[in-house]
């Protein structure tokens, strides 16, 4: 159980939705605006797809992508910590960031759920634990390096960051059966051709015009924008099940933020069956 002194650490209940894909592209890139782009630690490029989505983030998403902002101070350090740890670029944070804007409890048609969006069975093989008491798919931190295993053993397979993306996204056997098809392991040719399905082929630029953003954010209109304060935590153990009602009682504070700071815990107790937790 993650607790700030007494307290278990406060995660964001909004649901945080899907954008709808952007149209055609509006006009062409600078040919001096990738001089001007930050440093980042995966590729970055800038093209008519990367463009689209700038536009779009800068437009019609405009309004869901300041919440997502708002909510990226909160979870990015963790994030990037949890990544460094595992040995992968930090700024594969903004994978969560266009998965789920950054929150625990998004939840999809797919049945993905999480800041990292697992489906039930791609948790599971990643060590998260899913049963009616608890789902770790909602926990940052550990869904974090379920997501950092799986994002390693895709780069490991594909060895290269923007198919790695796709495969998160499509699932690793149909990337590389797309590669398999077109005989070709660069994804903007793969992203022209008809296999893929239209929001794996958006995925890409989707992250890389998130990640631009979120880098710089006044740079393309995204001004006072009012961040949440990053989670910080304490983990402490406990030997026996424990009704969350107590545990407000003893940390002087509500049922109702106990069960906010801890979206894993499903009902009110945590897991009957753990000799620990």
Known sequence: MKMQGLLVF?????????????????????????????TFDIPMVMNDRVQDWLEF??????????????????????????LREQGLPSDLVYLSMIESGFNPHAYSRARATGAWQFIYRTGIRYGLTVNPWIDERRDPEKSTIAAAKYLKELYDRFNHWYLAAAGYNAGEGKIHRA???????????????????????????????????????????????????????????????????????????????????????????????????
Not at 209 to 233: R, V
């Open 10 to 38: 406060l995660i964001l209940s909004a649901m945080a939705g899907c954008a709808t894909a952007p149209g055609p592209a509006l006009k062409s890139v600078p040919s001096d605006h990738l001089a001007e782009i930050k």
């Open 57 to 82: 983030f800068q437009g019609r998403g405009r309004e869901r992508f300041t919440l997502y902002l708002q909510r990226s101070r909160k979870y990015i350090p963790m994030m990037r910590r949890v």
């Open 179 to 277: 590669i398999r098809r077109y005989r070709t392991e660069d994804f903007w040719e793969l992203a022209e051709r008809k296999y893929l399905k239209r929001e794996t082929k958006d995925y890409v630029p989707k992250l890389i015009a998130a990640a631009l953003i979120a880098k710089d954010p006044e740079k393309y209109g995204f001004t006072h924008i009012e961040y949440e304060e990053k989670i910080s935590f304490e983990e402490v153990q406990i030997s026996s099940p424990i009704d969350l009602r107590v545990v407000a009682r003893l940390t002087d504070t509500s049922y109702e933020e106990v069960k906010r700071l801890n979206p894993e815990l499903l009902r009110w107790i945590t897991p009957p069956a753990a000799s620990s937790y």
